[in-house]
Nanobody, 127 residues
Framework: QVQLVESGGGLVQAGDSLRLSCAASGRAFSSYAMGWFRQAAGKERELVAAISGSGSRTYSADSVKGRFIISRDNAKNTVYLQMNRLKPEDTAVYYC????????????????????RGQGTQVTVSS
């Protein structure tokens, strides 16, 4: 089992950058595929980025491609989401999620497959 704690959210202006962090407890962090998803008020959850256990493969949603970068540091049991050129429509609660993967190269792009998630961190982008 793994516990996830997000940090780094806040209130920023359009065009600014933020870096979210997700610290994971437990062993064998590199065996977990990780993802970031978000949920805005009144909207469906959206997977914005995902990364394989080894970090060799990533996925980004079209809505954030070219602006958001997911990465991980397995030595620190941490996954990051670098968010650049933020827009008001990026306003949401951001959650990190984890799922044990059979291979270090697996990226999980189906939000519903993640077994664990954190409590979330609020990101608000003003225009």
């Amino acid at each position: 089992q793994v516990q996830l704690v997000e940090s780094g959210g806040g209130l920023v202006q359009a065009g600014d950058s933020l870096r979210l962090s997700c610290a994971a407890s437990g062993r064998a962090f590199s065996s977990y595929a990780m993802g970031w998803f978000r949920q805005a008020a009144g909207k469906e959850r959206e997977l914005v980025a995902a990364i394989s256990g080894s970090g060799s493969r990533t996925y980004s949603a079209d809505s954030v491609k070219g602006r958001f970068i997911i990465s991980r540091d397995n030595a620190k049991n941490t996954v990051y989401l670098q968010m650049n050129r933020l827009k008001p429509e990026d306003t949401a609660v951001y959650y990190c999620a984890a799922h044990p993967a059979i291979s270090g190269g697996v990226v999980i792009m189906n939000l519903n497959l993640y077994a664990y998630r954190g409590q979330g961190t609020q990101v608000t982008v003003s225009s």
